[in-house]
């Protein structure tokens, strides 16, 4: 039972699902690693409703701000879980040897 409860609570996602889904699922073109990907994705958030002044700040020590776009970019996703918009890739999910899904969720 307390796998299933688990399965329930923790969710796979990935950055690059994320901004795919929310370019109207085509890739970004641009790398984060440069100017104008960063840009793309910094507009593709506020789109998404992420406030613009968490973006523009500096990264914590060690990290880049294509991690801290990142970490945002999964943070809209746990949002969109929260709200039950979510899906799992692939639809349907298959199943561990616990019996929980294996997916990534955009």
Request: charged share 30%; proline share 9%; hydrophobic share 40%.
């Amino acid at each position: 039972m307390q796998s299933k409860k688990r399965s329930l609570r923790i969710c796979e996602v990935h950055p690059e699902i994320a901004f795919w889904l929310m370019n109207s699922e085509n890739e970004v073109a641009d790398s984060k690693k440069t100017q104008a990907g960063a840009e793309r994705r910094k507009k593709l958030l506020t789109e998404w409703k992420l406030p613009r002044h968490i973006m523009d700040r500096r990264p914590p020590k060690g990290a880049g701000t294509d991690d801290l776009l990142d970490a945002l970019a999964c943070a809209a996703i746990a949002r969109r879980i929260h709200a039950g918009l979510a899906q799992p890739f692939p639809d349907p999910p298959p199943r561990d040897a616990l019996g929980l899904p294996m997916a990534i969720w955009a």
